[in-house]
């Protein structure tokens, strides 16, 4: 009897979920030009209109009823507080009674160093989560720059310390290059010290525009992880680690008999609004990305396409297909599957040149070396008490 691989359709349902996380852009612009910088049009003063924010609320609207869960609206640059508290204000009008109704919570992803006391009134009236991208001290800062050159690591400290005094809480997200990967601890410590209640680590990665910078290896990486681990395992209470913690939930539910649980879960397709209402979906790196091949990842666009409509034609686009074909590779060939669940598009994009590709060095020193990392840790100390 002659069976049928499923469908497109099928393929795309079996991988992806109903948006959890929508990436909206208030601005291309951003105040800083760091070293390390993927975005394309960040010195580029393009604004969304109200009409994009109006016509997005609309969607998430229709998603929201339909049955999705709570929607995390992340407002993502350029530097999103770019656009001053009053434009941003008027942004987020039109989610307002969605947000009352606990349909929706906003995310901000900021440099924090145009944060004031009206900033921190604006983000507490709203119950926005503040995430800040600082990647460390001074010297692990160094490449967070002004437009002229000039370190920013003193306006971003002085915008943390503006959330604090206003009682806002942050999380963080650190960019490790190579001069800081050598350096787990102090890194560890300065962001204990500094007072978010957790924080992520983006290993630096050759992504958009960032093509030519050398980034960390994956014996880097390995040792960055355990020395991680180490700290994490007697310092805990004072900072969570998002990495860690999405390894520890993976071995909780593995231990527990929850397996099923893990292996039900499926990918966002994290739909990303530009600020012409554009939507890419799959990695937000890959928005105002050039690709003929691809129709620049455009997806379709918000004033013309409610988002529903557009995520149910998602599994026609080439790119997604190609992602698709890569996924299921990533799952019949990689041992680190079962914890990694497939590569991130863009950085196979980016890195590979091809969505059909598999690993990626992302792959390595993200994910790859945290699970070497804890199992080297714990046959040493088997080893040790044997």
């Known amino acids: 009897m002659r069976t049928h691989a499923p469908g497109w359709r099928a393929r795309y349902d079996q991988w992806f979920t109903a948006p959890q996380t929508v990436v909206v852009q208030p601005t291309t612009w951003c105040n800083l030009d760091c070293r390390y910088c993927y975005l394309p049009f960040r010195k580029l003063k393009r604004q969304m209109p109200a009409a994009v924010a109006a016509a997005l609320a609309a969607s998430v609207a229709q998603l929201t009823a339909s049955g999705s869960p709570t929607i995390g609206l992340v407002w993502h640059g350029g530097e ?24 929706i919570r906003h995310y901000v992803q900021t440099n924090a160093t145009l944060i004031t006391d009206t900033w921190c009134e604006l983000l507490a009236a709203h119950d926005i989560s503040v995430g800040v991208s600082i990647d460390g001290p001074a010297t692990m800062n160094a490449l967070r720059v002004d437009l002229r050159s000039k370190p920013a690591f003193d306006r971003v400290l002085r915008g943390t310390q503006r959330l604090r005094a206003h009682g806002v809480p942050f999380s963080v997200i650190s960019v490790v290059t190579t001069a800081s990967i050598t350096r787990p601890e102090e890194l560890l410590e300065f962001l204990a010290e500094l007072g978010c209640h957790s ?58 008999g929850q397996r099923a649980e893990w292996d039900e879960r499926r990918h966002d397709p994290i739909p990303t609004v530009s600020v012409t209402g554009d939507v890419v979906l799959l990695s937000p790196e890959l928005a105002d990305t050039a690709e003929a091949a691809y129709d620049d990842f455009r997806a379709g666009n918000i004033l013309h396409h409610p988002l529903d409509e557009i995520l149910g034609h998602a599994h026609r686009l080439r790119y997604v297909r190609d992602f698709l074909t890569g996924l299921d590779r990533c799952q019949a060939e990689c041992p680190f599957f079962d914890f990694c669940r497939g590569a991130q598009a863009a950085n196979r994009y980016f890195e590979n040149g091809s969505l059909q590709s598999t690993e990626t060095n992302h792959c390595r020193v993200s994910r790859q070396a945290l699970i070497t990392a804890l199992s080297n840790l714990a046959t040493k100390e088997k080893e040790r008490t044997s």
Request: hydrophobic content about 35%; proline content about 5%.
């Open 199 to 256: 924080a992520g680590f983006n290993i630096e990665e050759i992504e958009g525009v960032n093509a030519g910078r050398q980034v960390p290896t994956s014996e880097q990486a390995e040792e960055f992880w355990r020395r991680t681990l180490t700290w994490s395992r007697s310092h805990h209470d004072r900072l969570e680690v998002r990495e860690l913690d999405r390894l520890g939930e993976y071995l909780h539910l593995i231990r527990t």
């Open 80 to 103: 999103p507080l770019a656009v001053g508290p009053q434009k941003f204000t008027r942004l987020l009008a039109p989610f307002e009674d969605l947000r009352r109704a606990g349909c």
